[in-house]
Every structure is written in structure tokens, then in C-alpha cells.
């Protein structure tokens, strides 16, 4: 009787155990699969999905998105969600075609509509696409994500509405922060200069203006007469320093900052988020210590530590080093003389 009554406990427990793994493996298939192209929207997303699903994106923290090269991976990524949520304005030029390779049934939903664009001074129909530099554009990222979450699946719209007004909340007491912050730099010292066109957005909006060498993308090379306006700029205005970005090579701006006897003033983040390790590892942390390092130079006089000065150290350890191999084999090579 004691066996049969053990042999029931056992059974229940396993029956139990077999229907908790099947609850397990049917909550993690109903888990919302979102792909995000930059890193950016990805951390909006999350914000809005919260528990009920996983968000990722295309291209990695510190990639390029103007010039990413898609992989196969990337195509299995695409093909395997349940929600695409691009940029547009020409920001993936390469998204469309992995888009229709994938053959993905998913609705892919461009994040930037309804943003008041800016367009090019240059080209016809060209539009800039770095609208999250706006805090406030920040909130029609939201939005659009909250619509498009909440079409597909109508039965969470409240957790996507809470979600929702909760990182709103958050987006607008940065934007109020952005504001006050650019207003303590001096009227005739509100000049950002960086590598590329990517800060128009938060220019206009927070009233600083921006002078880029090079243009929209990443793609373009500097020419000689960029170069010329940008270095009139920084002489004019008397502003002592200027900023290399995260995802652009700083050669060019520290070349720019030693010919024209400025500072680097740190390292601003536009195309991509930081590491978890960086300041800038969220879209809200991006924008608030982008904002700190700019006004903490243009207005404080303090520049922030940059990878420039890594490579500066590091070059000093390399000749250190170097010299301390020739001092050694040339004392071996006297010690040697003296033994003969």
C-alpha cells in the first residue's frame, strides 16, 4: 500500500512537471520577436514591449548603419520576426533588399512617420534621417512602435499604453534637461562641430548650431572647402573645442582640433549606442551625456577623456618600450666588448 501511494506521488509530480515545461515552452512561443535596424529604436522598443516579448537589432552597438553590410545571419534574423521596425529616410540603404531576401511575412513599420524632417540643402527629395538626436521625436518613436505593437496584438494594449506613458514621461523631462543645459552656453559659443552631419535635429530643436565636415552620411569623404568653412567656423566663433563621434574615425577632427589650437571635447554618440560599459548605453543616457559633454566644453572649459587619448598613451608606452630594447642590447653589447 505504501509503495502504491508513493508510486501515485511520483506520478503526479511528473504529470505536473511535464504540464509546468509545456506552459514553459508555450509562454516562450507566444514571446513578441522584434527586430530593430539600429541600436537606437532597439532601446525604444524595449521600452515599449517591456515583458511581453524580446527586441533585437540588425546592427551591432558600435556599427555604422550608413555603411553595414547585411550577413546570412541577418537574413535568418529578419526572417524569423514578428515585428521590423526601420529608421527610413535612406538611414539602411541596404535594409530593403535583406528585407525581401529574407522572404519574412512580417510587417515592417518605419518608425520616423510623422516626424517634421529635415531636408536637404543639397539634393531634391533627400531627407536627413537622424531624427532621435530630438528628444522630442523620441516620443513619435514611441508612439509608432506602441500603434504598431498594438495592431498586431490588441489583446496587450494596455501593458503597450502603460509602457507607452511611462517612457514618455521619461523623454520629455530629457528634453526640458537638453533645453536648460544648452541654454548655459554663452549665445556666441554654440558651435558643434563633429565629423558628420548627424546633430541638425538636436540643434534646431535645442538651439545650438552644428558644422559638420563631412555630410548626412558616413559615406561621403571630407573635401578640402569643408575642411576650410568648418576651420572659419571654429575661428570666428572663438570656441575652444570640438568632438569626435563613436562610430567615425576621429582623425580627421584631431587633425582639425591641432591646426586650428582647439581641444577634442569628448566623444559624442549619433549612429549607435554605447556599449554597457559606455555612458551612452541607452537612447535616454545617449542624448543626456552627448548634451553634458557639450555643454561641460563649450561652457565649462572640461574635455572628456576620449579613445585619442588611448592611442596617445599607447603610442607613448610602444616608443617607451622600444627605446628600452635598444638601451638593453646596447648594453649587452658593451658588457660582450668588455669580456673580450
Not at 179 to 196: A, D, E, F, G, M
Not at 322 to 337: E, H, R, T
Amino acid at each position: 500500500m505504501r509503495y502504491l501511494i508513493l508510486l501515485c506521488f511520483f506520478s503526479f509530480q511528473l504529470i505536473v512537471q511535464e504540464n509546468i515545461s509545456a506552459q514553459e515552452k508555450i509562454n516562450a512561443q507566444e514571446k513578441i520577436n522584434v527586430l530593430a535596424s539600429a541600436s537606437m529604436i532597439n532601446d525604444i522598443a524595449k521600452n515599449i514591449v517591456g515583458d511581453l516579448g524580446e527586441v533585437s537589432s540588425i546592427v551591432p552597438i558600435g556599427g555604422d548603419p550608413h555603411i553595414y553590410e547585411a550577413t546570412p545571419r541577418d537574413v535568418k534574423k529578419v526572417a524569423d520576426a514578428d515585428l521590423i521596425l526601420i529608421n527610413g529616410l535612406t538611414f539602411e540603404g541596404w535594409i530593403t533588399e535583406l528585407i525581401e531576401n529574407s522572404g519574412t511575412a512580417a510587417p515592417t513599420i518605419v518608425v520616423t512617420e510623422g516626424v517634421d524632417v529635415i531636408e536637404s540643402g543639397k539634393y531634391k527629395n533627400s531627407f536627413d534621417p537622424h531624427a532621435w538626436m530630438n528628444a522630442a521625436n523620441g516620443v513619435i518613436y514611441a508612439r509608432n512602435i506602441r500603434d504598431a505593437l498594438t495592431e498586431k496584438y490588441p489583446e496587450n494594449r494596455p501593458v503597450f499604453e502603460a509602457n507607452f506613458q511611462t517612457y514618455k514621461k521619461k523623454l520629455e523631462e530629457l528634453d526640458s534637461y537638453i533645453l536648460q543645459q544648452i541654454k548655459t552656453i554663452p549665445k556666441n559659443k554654440r558651435i558643434l562641430v563633429t565629423s558628420h552631419d548627424a546633430f541638425a535635429y538636436y540643434g534646431k530643436k535645442y538651439e545650438i548650431n552644428v558644422e559638420a565636415i563631412m555630410g548626412i552620411s558616413t559615406e561621403a569623404d571630407a573635401r578640402t572647402s569643408d575642411v576650410a568653412r568648418v576651420s572659419k567656423s571654429i575661428k570666428e566663433s572663438g570656441i575652444g573645442a570640438i568632438f569626435i563621434e563613436s562610430t567615425v574615425n576621429p582623425k580627421l577632427i584631431k587633425q582639425l582640433a591641432d591646426d586650428n589650437g582647439v581641444s577634442v571635447g569628448g566623444e559624442l554618440y549619433a549612429d549607435s549606442l554605447g556599449d554597457a560599459e559606455s555612458e551612452a548605453s541607452t537612447y535616454i543616457s545617449m542624448l543626456k551625456h552627448n548634451t553634458d559633454v557639450i555643454v561641460n566644453a563649450l561652457a565649462k572649459g572640461e574635455s572628456q577623456k576620449t579613445k585619442l587619448d588611448d592611442e596617445d598613451n599607447s603610442g607613448g608606452i610602444k616608443i617607451f618600450i622600444i627605446l628600452g630594447i635598444v638601451f638593453a642590447l646596447m648594453l649587452l653589447f658593451a658588457m660582450k666588448k668588455m669580456n673580450t
